[in-house]
C-alpha cells in the first residue's frame, strides 16, 4: 500500500512538472511585460527635465534592472520556468521560486499570491465540504429507494426532476433561487459575505456569515443532487441486477440486508470517484455560484483575476487546480481500494 | 467479394453504410452496398442467415420507437437544428449588433399597431415617439395602445382616471410621457416626469440638467385655438403658437441645444430629432438648431449627394419640417420635398412622383416618413427594419397619414380607420439594447448548437481515434494514451477554459475564428471520456470470433480496429455523443454567460442570460431571461432523453423488465 502511494505519488509529481510546463508556456503567450511597465512608471514618476535621448537611455537602464529582478532578462522558457520553480538562480545568483517560498505577487491585490489564495480556498474548502456532506445525506438514500423502487411514481417523479435538473446550467438554477429566496421572499441577502458597513463580533459576526453563505450554500447543493441521484440510482440498479444479490435473497435474508449491505456496497464502486470528484471539483471553483453570489472563494478569484490579467495570480491558481485534479485522482484510487477488496492496488 | 467489384469506398459511402448497419441491420447493409455489381457471381446465391436475424441496432431501433416521449424528444432537437439553421435565412433584417433606443427593455406586446376599436372610425391624430402609441378621437378622448408599461422605468403610460373625462385637442407621446391639451387650454402630462418631461417637480426645477415646464402655461394653459404645434421629442417637449412663441422643457442631456430655443418668439416650425430640436425660423430658409453646419446639406433623394442648403433652396422657402430620430424631411413652398440628415442603411428610396403630383401630408416616425399626395397616393421611405416603410400599393381615398414610432396609418376624411402597416411588437419582448429576443433566441441557438455539435465532433475525432489505438494495442501505447486522457479528464473543465479562453481573447482574431477557437478547445478538454469509452468496447471486441477470425486470415492489424471493431460499437459511442453534446452545449453557455465564450454583439444562448445575474433586472425583466433558459433547458431535457433512451434500448435486458 505504502509503495503504491509512493509511486503515485512519484507519478503525480511528474504529470506536475510537465503540466506546470505546459501552462507555463502558454501564459507567456499572454502579451504582458511587468518589467515594461514598471520601467515606464519609474520613468514617468522622475521629473521631465531629461532630454529625449537621455529618457531613452534612463529607460533602458531601467527596463534592464526590472528585467533582472523579475527574473525575464532571457526569452529561454526553460530558464524562465525554472526560475519560477525556483531551481535557477536569477541574475543576481539567487534562486527565487516556488521551492523558496515564493509564489507570486498579485498586483490587483498589492499582495503575495500565497496571502490572496489563503482565505479563498478556506472558503471553498468549507463551503465544498458542507454541502457535498448534504448531497450525499440526500442523493444516497433517494438514489437507494428510487432504485429500490423501480417505476413508481415516486421513482418517475424523482426522475422527471433529476433530468430537468441535470439539464439545466447551474446559473439557471442560481438565477431562480436568488428571484425567489432574495427577490420575492427576502429572505436572504442577494450577495457578499458579510452585511455592508457592518463590523460585528464574536457570535454575531458567525451568525451574519452563516446567513450570507446559506444561500449559496443551498444553491450548490440544490444544483449538485440531479446528477448525483441521476448515478446512484443508475448503479444501485446495476448492483441489484447482481447474482450475488439474488443469491442473498435466496437465503432468505433481510430486505433491509440485502439493499444496505449486499447491493449498495456494489453499488459504491462506480459512485466513488463521482463523489470525490464532485467535491473536489466544488474546491477548484464553484465558478458560477461564486460569480453570482460574490462569495470569496477560488472560482471567483480565478475570475476577477483573468479579467484583471493579474498573471501570478492566474498562473498559481492554475497550478493549485492541477494539483487538485491530480490529488483527487489519487484520492479515488485510494477509495476504491477502500471499498472495493478486489482492487488489489499494492501489486 | 472481390475488390475490384466493389465501389470504391470513401468516407461518405462508409459512414452510410455504418449508418445502414446500425439501423436496417446487415441485411440491408449487404443488400444496399456489397452488392451493386450485377454481374457478381453469387447473385442469386440462398440467402444467408443475417436475413433472419435482426441486428441488435435493430432491435434497439424498434424499442426506442416504443418509446413516445422519446421519439418526441428526438424530433424536437431535429426540428431546433431546423429552425436555428434555416429560420436565420429568413431573418433577412436580422443583425447581431442591431441597437435601438427607444425600443428598450420591452416586455413581450403585440399590440404596438392595434388602433383601439372605439377609436378606428374617429381618428383624429396619432402620435408615438417609442412603444406606446397615443390617439385622439375628434370627441377628445385619448386612446393608448402598445406597451403600456415601459420596461425601463416600470412606468405606466395609460391615461390616468382623473383625466379620462376631459375633452383633449391634442395629444403627443415622448418616449415615456404623454402630453396632451384639454379644450380648455390646460396642459396635461402622464408618464414618467423623472426628467421634467411634465409638471414643475422639484427636481426638474432644481436640477440644471432639467429645463422645466414654464409657469405661465403650466398655472395658465395655453390658448388652444392659437396652438400651431404640439410635438414631442425623446424627453421633452415643445408647443408652438401660431405667433412664433415657443415653449419647450424636459431633459437637456438629451436635447443639449434646448436652451438655444427657450423663450423663442420667432419660430415657424420645430421637430425634434434624437439628440437635436431642429426648427425652421421666420425666414424659413433653413435649419436652425443653435450649431453651426447642423443639417445644413440638402439633397431630394436619399442616394443623392447633398447640397449646401441655401443652393439647394434657391429662392424657394420652407412651409414645414418633420424630423425622424436622424434625419429631417422638409416640405418646400413649390410642393416638392427635401432632405437632410443620416438615413439608416436599409433604407427605402423617396418615390418618383408623377408630373403634378405632390406631397399634402407628410409625417415621420423614428426612421421612416410616409406622406399622402394630392392625388391620394400613400408613399412610405426611409428605415424599413421593421417593414414600417413599405407602404401597401392598393390604398384608396386617403385623406390623412399619421405614423408611430415604427408604424404608419392611414385614414380618410372622415377620420376613419384605413390600414395599417409596420411594427406589431416583440412576441418575446426586447433586451436591454432593445433587440428582439425572439431573433436573437433564433440567432444565438445557431451559434450554441454549432458550437455543441462541432466540439462533440471534434471529442470523436480524438477520442475514438485514440479509444481504437489503446485498445486495439495495448502495451505501452495503451499505458501513454490512457495516462494522458487521465490527465485530462482530471483538469476542472471550467477553470481551465476561463483560463484558455482569455488567453484567445488576448490574441487578434476575428469573431469567427475566436468561435473556432472555442470549439476546438472544448472538443481537446472532452475528448478522454470517449478515449476511454471506445478502448473499453474495443477491449471486449477483441476477444469476439469475428476478431480472431479477421486476425486468422491475415487482415492487417489497424484494419481490424478501425474496419471491423468499430462499426460494431458505434452505437455506445452514439450514446455517448448525445450526452457529450448537450454537455458542451451547457459549458459553451456558461463559458459565454461569465463572459468567456461568446461575446456581445454576437447571440448565444448563454450571453442572452448575463444580465439576468443581476437580482432586479431579472425580476423587472423576466422576459429576458425566462424564453431564453426556458428553451436551453427544454433542448437539454430532450438531448438527454434522446441518450437516456439509446442507453436503455441498447442494453440487452431492455425487454426483460417488463
Not at chain 1, 443551498?218 to 447474482?243: E, Q, W
Not at chain 2, 441486428?55 to 422519446?70: C, D
Amino acid at each position: 500500500m505504502g509503495r503504491y502511494i509512493a509511486k503515485r505519488c512519484l507519478y503525480i509529481l511528474v504529470v506536475f512538472a510537465i503540466l506546470t510546463f505546459l501552462l507555463f508556456s502558454l501564459y507567456r503567450l499572454m502579451p504582458a511585460n511587468r518589467a515594461y511597465t514598471d520601467a515606464r512608471a519609474e520613468l514617468q514618476a522622475l521629473k521631465n527635465s531629461l532630454s529625449a535621448s537621455e529618457r531613452e537611455t534612463k529607460f533602458d537602464e531601467l527596463y534592464l534592472k526590472y528585467q533582472r529582478l523579475y527574473g525575464t532578462d532571457t526569452d529561454d522558457t526553460v530558464i524562465l520556468y525554472l526560475r519560477w520553480l525556483g531551481l535557477y538562480p536569477f541574475y543576481d545568483g539567487k534562486c527565487n521560486g516556488i521551492f523558496q517560498g515564493n509564489f507570486g505577487f498579485s498586483y490587483e491585490y498589492n499582495a503575495p499570491v500565497i496571502e490572496v489564495i489563503g482565505p479563498h480556498l478556506r472558503n471553498s474548502m468549507l463551503i465544498g465540504l458542507v454541502s457535498e456532506i448534504f448531497i450525499l445525506a440526500i442523493t444516497i438514500p433517494l438514489g437507494i429507494k428510487c432504485a429500490v423502487r423501480k417505476n413508481t411514481p415516486f421513482d418517475r417523479g424523482v426522475q422527471a426532476f433529476s433530468l430537468i435538473g441535470f439539464s439545466t446550467p447551474s446559473f439557471i438554477i442560481y438565477i431562480l433561487f436568488i428571484l425567489l429566496f432574495s427577490s420575492i421572499l427576502g429572505w436572504f441577502p442577494v450577495s457578499g459575505m458579510k452585511t455592508p458597513g457592518s463590523d460585528y463580533q464574536g457570535m454575531k459576526k458567525v451568525l451574519d456569515t452563516l446567513w450570507h453563505i446559506a444561500l449559496p450554500t443551498i444553491c450548490l447543493i440544490f444544483s449538485g443532487l440531479a446528477y448525483n441521484i441521476r448515478i446512484t440510482r443508475a448503479s444501485m440498479l446495476d448492483a441489484l441486477g447482481l447474482d450475488c444479490i439474488r443469491t442473498a435473497r435466496a437465503k432468505g435474508l433481510s430486505r433491509k440486508a440485502v439493499i444496505y449491505s449486499h447491493a449498495w456496497r456494489n453499488a459504491l464502486i462506480p459512485l466513488v470517484s463521482v463523489f470525490v470528484g464532485s467535491f473536489f471539483s466544488i474546491i477548484g471553483g464553484a465558478i458560477f455560484m461564486e460569480s453570482m453570489f460574490g462569495f470569496k472563494g477560488m472560482g471567483l478569484l480565478l475570475f476577477s483575476s483573468t479579467k484583471t490579467a493579474d498573471y501570478d495570480l492566474i498562473m498559481f491558481i492554475q497550478v493549485i487546480f492541477v494539483f487538485i485534479g491530480l490529488v483527487a485522482n489519487l484520492v479515488i484510487d485510494l477509495c476504491y481500494g477502500i471499498v472495493d477488496p478486489r482492487v488489489r492496488i499494492s501489486k | 467479394m472481390s475488390k475490384k467489384t466493389k465501389k470504391k469506398e470513401n468516407i461518405f459511402r462508409t459512414l452510410a453504410r455504418w449508418f445502414v448497419r446500425v439501423f436496417f441491420g446487415l441485411k440491408y447493409e449487404e443488400k444496399w452496398f456489397l452488392k451493386k455489381d450485377k454481374n457478381d457471381a453469387d447473385e442469386d446465391r440462398v440467402p444467408d442467415d443475417s436475413e433472419f436475424i435482426v441486428s441488435p441496432a435493430k432491435q434497439a431501433f424498434h424499442n426506442y420507437l416504443e418509446r413516445k416521449f422519446a421519439v418526441v424528444a428526438f424530433l424536437v432537437v431535429i426540428l431546433m437544428f431546423l429552425i436555428v439553421f434555416i429560420v436565420p435565412l429568413f431573418m433577412t433584417k436580422y443583425s447581431d449588433s442591431y441597437t435601438e433606443v427607444t425600443l428598450k427593455n420591452l416586455p413581450p406586446n403585440l399590440t404596438m399597431m392595434s388602433v383601439p376599436s372605439e377609436l378606428k372610425g374617429d381618428i383624429k391624430m396619432i402620435d408615438s415617439y417609442g412603444p406606446f402609441s397615443v390617439g385622439l378621437s375628434n370627441s377628445g378622448k385619448v386612446y393608448i395602445w402598445g406597451c403600456k408599461k415601459l420596461g425601463a422605468s416600470g412606468m405606466d403610460v395609460n391615461i390616468p382616471d382623473e383625466y379620462k373625462n376631459i375633452p383633449m385637442a391634442m395629444v403627443a407621446a415622448g418616449v415615456d410621457h404623454v402630453i396632451a391639451i384639454g379644450e380648455d387650454g390646460h396642459i396635461y402630462g402622464w408618464g414618467s416626469d423623472r426628467f421634467g418631461q411634465y409638471g414643475r417637480s422639484e427636481n426638474s426645477v432644481t436640477s440644471p440638467t432639467i429645463e422645466a415646464m414654464p409657469e405661465e402655461i403650466y398655472e395658465n394653459g395655453v390658448d388652444v385655438a392659437h396652438v400651431k404645434k404640439l410635438t414631442c421629442g425623446y424627453q421633452a417637449t415643445a408647443i408652438l403658437m401660431d405667433d412664433g412663441t415657443l415653449y419647450v422643457w424636459g431633459n437637456k442631456q438629451t436635447y443639449s441645444n434646448m436652451d438655444f430655443f427657450i423663450g423663442r418668439t420667432d419660430i415657424y416650425d420645430i421637430d425634434f430629432t434624437l439628440n437635436y430640436i431642429v426648427a425652421l425660423d421666420m425666414k424659413q430658409n433653413g435649419i436652425v438648431t443653435g450649431t453651426r453646419g447642423l443639417y445644413d446639406v440638402a439633397r431630394n433623394k436619399i442616394g443623392q449627394k447633398g447640397v449646401k442648403m441655401f443652393e439647394f433652396l434657391g429662392d424657394r422657402k420652407i412651409v414645414e419640417i418633420t424630423a425622424t430620430t436622424s434625419s429631417i424631411c422638409l416640405l418646400l413652398d413649390d410642393g416638392t420635398i427635401a432632405l437632410t440628415g443620416d438615413f439608416v442603411t436599409d433604407s427605402i428610396e423617396v418615390p418618383t412622383l408623377a408630373q403634378g403630383e405632390k406631397f399634402v401630408d407628410i409625417k415621420a416616425g423614428n426612421y421612416h416618413y410616409t406622406g399622402v399626395t394630392n392625388l391620394g397616393n400613400v408613399y412610405s421611405f426611409g428605415g424599413d427594419h421593421y417593414y414600417q416603410a413599405e407602404a401597401p400599393s392598393n390604398l384608396t381615398g386617403v385623406a390623412k397619414v399619421f405614423t408611430g414610432s415604427f408604424q404608419s396609418y392611414a385614414v380618410d376624411a372622415n377620420g376613419d380607420f384605413i390600414d395599417a402597416w409596420g411594427f406589431r411588437g416583440f412576441p418575446l419582448g426586447s433586451d436591454d439594447v432593445g433587440a428582439n429576443i425572439l431573433e436573437r433566441i433564433i440567432a444565438g441557438g445557431r451559434i450554441t448548437m454549432t458550437v455543441g455539435a462541432v466540439a462533440v465532433i471534434i471529442e470523436i475525432l480524438i477520442g475514438v481515434t485514440l479509444g481504437c489505438i489503446s485498445g486495439y494495442y495495448g502495451g505501452w501505447v495503451d499505458i501513454l494514451i490512457m495516462r494522458i486522457a487521465e490527465v485530462f479528464s482530471s483538469l476542472p473543465t471550467i477553470p481551465i477554459m476561463l483560463i484558455l479562453t482569455s488567453l484567445i481573447a488576448q490574441m487578434s482574431m476575428t469573431t469567427n475564428q475566436r468561435l473556432f477557437m472555442i470549439m476546438v478547445v472544448l472538443g481537446i478538454l472532452g475528448w478522454p471520456g470517449f478515449a476511454s469509452i471506445t478502448r473499453a468496447q474495443i477491449l471486449v471486441a477483441r476477444e469476439s470470433e469475428y476478431v480472431t477470425a479477421a486476425q486468422a486470415m491475415g487482415v492487417r492489424e489497424g484494419r481490424i480496429a478501425f474496419k471491423h471493431i468499430l462499426p460494431n460499437i458505434i452505437s455506445v459511442i452514439l450514446v455517448s455523443m448525445t450526452l457529450s453534446f448537450a454537455a458542451a452545449m451547457q459549458t459553451e453557455t456558461g463559458l459565454s454567460f461569465l463572459g468567456f465564450g461568446v461575446n456581445y454583439p454576437q447571440p448565444s444562448w448563454g450571453n442572452m442570460l448575463t444580465k439576468a445575474s443581476n437580482a432586479t433586472a431579472a425580476k423587472n425583466f423576466w422576459w429576458q431571461w425566462v424564453f431564453t433558459s426556458g428553451i436551453l433547458i427544454f433542448v437539454g431535457v430532450c438531448i438527454n432523453t434522446i441518450g437516456d433512451t439509446i442507453r436503455d434500448v441498447l442494453d440487452p435486458q431492455y425487454g426483460n423488465e417488463k
